[in-house]
């Protein structure tokens, strides 16, 4: 069975830092790329963050770059996302995704709240 569980997410207030994990397990998570989606109370989910099966190649949201940074841990089925000078506007629940690279097979984590105010 395959689980992708968050943690991390909290109550912070604008121009503070959280950093959001998600373990992997029931796949071989170095073939997997993984990612982080997020969806604000009334809005579609939207693209965070990518990152490539060997940790090399990121890709960003643009209103993020310069403030959020992927990463994993291959070792640990781990991956995370750090998330410095947080706004208001960061405010979502935050989803862990991964896909099998080259394949359809895609999953997705339960969320975990991030809501940035003062």
């Known amino acids: 069975q395959v689980q992708l569980v968050e943690s991390g997410g909290g109550l912070v207030q604008p121009g503070g830092s959280l950093r959001l994990s998600c373990v992997a397990s029931?796949?071989?998570?170095?073939?997997?790329?993984m990612g982080w989606y997020r969806q604000a109370a009334g809005k579609q989910r939207e693209l965070v963050a990518l990152?490539?099966?060997?940790?090399?190649?990121?890709t960003y949201l643009d209103s993020v770059k310069g403030r959020f940074t992927i990463s994993r841990d291959n070792v640990k089925n781990t991956v995370y996302l750090q998330m410095n000078s947080l706004k208001p506007e960061d405010t979502a629940v935050y989803y862990c995704?991964?896909?099998?690279?080259?394949?359809?097979?895609?999953?997705w984590g339960q969320g975990t709240q991030v809501t940035v105010s003062s």
């Open positions: 990152i490539s099966r060997d940790g090399e190649t990121t």
């Open positions: 995704y991964g896909n099998k690279v080259g394949t359809w097979n895609e999953y």
């Open positions: 029931g796949i071989i998570f170095s073939g997997y790329g």
